[in-house]
Each structure stands twice: as structure tokens, then as C-alpha cells.
């Protein structure tokens, strides 16, 4: 089984920038991947998805625009780069497959303050 290493996370003020990384322990390459947050109080949430290649990339309504997702297949790695973030990106963040095929990593938490 795959496991998931989310870092990246930390105390940032509105409109600054954050990379998120996540590092899988197996083989991705052919896995469409992505990244999912949880706030507080509220259930999971899809953020973004990429494609296996990285060719095409989706992300919830809210963060178009100011989110990018991409990934290193020869590093087996995904990343989450974040700017102007706003308070209600606050919570923790996840990786997984588009269909959160593999065990939950423990997040990573991003706190962003007014």
C-alpha cells in the first residue's frame, strides 16, 4: 500500500503563498492525483486533480486562479502551490488519488489569518 507524506503546511497571513509537497512511497505514475482539504468543523473537500502525465488540471471554484497543482512522476511527488490565500483556506490538507484509492496521509496544516 501506498503511503502519503503531506508537508508544507504553516501560520501565514492573507495573501501570502504556501507550496504544499507530497511525497508517495510507491509508484504514481499512472495515478491521477490530488489534493483535498478538511476545515474545521466541515467534511473533506476536492481542491484539485492532475492527471497521470500532468497534462490537465481541475480545481473547486474557490481556488481557481490562485492555486496550482503539479506533480514529479520521477520523484513520485505532487505539489500544491498556494497564493493569495484567504482565511477560508484554513484547514488541513490532504493528497491522494482522484478517488482516494490510497490510505489518508495526516495532513498538513494551513492556517491563514486576517
Known amino acids: 500500500q501506498v503511503q502519503l507524506v503531506e508537508s508544507g503546511g504553516g501560520l501565514v497571513q492573507a495573501g501570502g503563498s504556501l507550496r504544499l509537497s507530497c511525497a508517495a512511497s510507491?509508484?504514481?505514475?499512472?495515478?491521477?492525483m490530488a489534493w483535498y482539504r478538511q476545515a474545521p468543523g466541515k467534511q473533506r473537500e476536492l481542491v484539485a486533480t492532475?492527471?497521470?502525465?500532468?497534462?490537465?488540471?481541475n480545481y473547486v471554484d474557490s481556488v481557481k486562479g490562485r492555486f496550482t497543482i503539479s506533480r514529479d512522476n520521477a520523484k513520485n511527488t505532487v505539489f500544491l502551490q498556494m497564493n493569495s490565500l484567504k482565511p477560508e483556506d484554513t484547514g488541513v490538507y490532504y493528497c491522494n488519488t482522484r478517488m482516494g484509492l490510497f490510505s489518508w496521509g495526516r495532513g498538513v496544516q494551513v492556517t491563514v489569518t486576517s
Open positions: 492532475i492527471t497521470s502525465g500532468g497534462g490537465s488540471t
Open positions: 510507491g509508484n504514481i505514475v499512472i495515478t491521477a
